[in-house]
């Protein structure tokens, strides 16, 4: 058998126990979602949105790229934030770094990856705001780790931003923001920033 073979069968003994457990569960999912929460999550492979939080098909709705980030220009993340706020009505956004991260790894080099860098520039810019706070930190391990962690910040600070969530604090009292920071090594999650709907923001960012 080779590996596709292998997913397509892994598949179908995956949906056989999920109907022999509950009969029901494909049929309920056919018609709709609704997932309480937007998981703004890294692409790396060792993250698996469901699986680290132990929840179902229906239960989370997502979006994955390199480093987890909320770039104010990502046509594609902005149009996932605005189904998931506007139209599923989630009640939490969670932006979730984890502890290794590549993509954060290589923006702290000078590394020239080609078309990558524009993406790497946008973490680069987090760590010139934080640098003296990383810099401080004795091993490359401990600064990378730090660097995740205020990547995350940073990220949920880049969605209140937004006007998506600004109109939803206004007029419904919600999404809560999120920034956790998943451990590869010992698969539990930290959460490490909040705000919740209707924090106050820096002036320059809010909107009328
Ligand atoms: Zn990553």
Same mark, same amino acid.
């Given at each position: 058998m080779n590996e596709l073979e292998t997913l397509l069968e892994s598949n179908k003994e995956w949906a056989a126990n999920k109907v022999q457990v509950d009969k029901d569960f494909f049929r309920r999912l056919q018609d709709q979602q609704s997932p309480k929460f937007l998981w703004i999550g890294c692409s790396d492979s060792r993250v698996p949105a469901n699986e680290i939080t132990n929840t179902d098909p229906g239960e989370i709705f997502v979006h994955r790229n390199v480093a987890n980030m909320v770039v104010h220009t990502d046509l594609n993340l902005l149009t996932v934030l605005a189904y998931?706020?506007?139209?599923?009505?989630?009640e939490h956004v969670l932006v979730v770094g984890h502890y290794g991260c590549g993509?954060?790894?290589?923006a702290m080099t000078n590394q020239n990856l080609g078309i990558i860098n524009p993406?790497?520039?946008?973490?680069?810019?987090?760590?010139?705001?934080?640098?003296?706070?990383?810099?401080?930190?004795?091993?490359?391990?401990?600064?990378?780790?730090?660097?995740?962690?205020?990547?995350?910040?940073?990220?949920v600070m880049n969605l209140s931003k937004t006007s998506i969530i600004q109109e939803a604090w206004q007029q419904e009292r919600r999404p809560h923001l999120h920034g956790w920071v998943y451990g590869i090594s010992n698969g539990?999650?930290? =959460?490490?920033?909040?705000? =919740?709907?209707?924090?106050?923001?820096?002036p320059i960012y809010e909107f009328e």
């Open positions: 998931a706020v506007s139209v599923l009505k989630v993509g954060v790894k290589a993406w790497l520039k946008h973490i680069k810019d987090v760590y010139r705001l934080h640098r003296d706070e990383i810099n401080s930190l004795e091993s490359e391990t401990e600064q990378a780790n730090r660097l995740v962690e205020l990547n995350v910040q940073e990220q539990i999650i930290n =959460p490490i920033f909040n705000m =919740p709907a209707g924090t106050h923001i820096d």
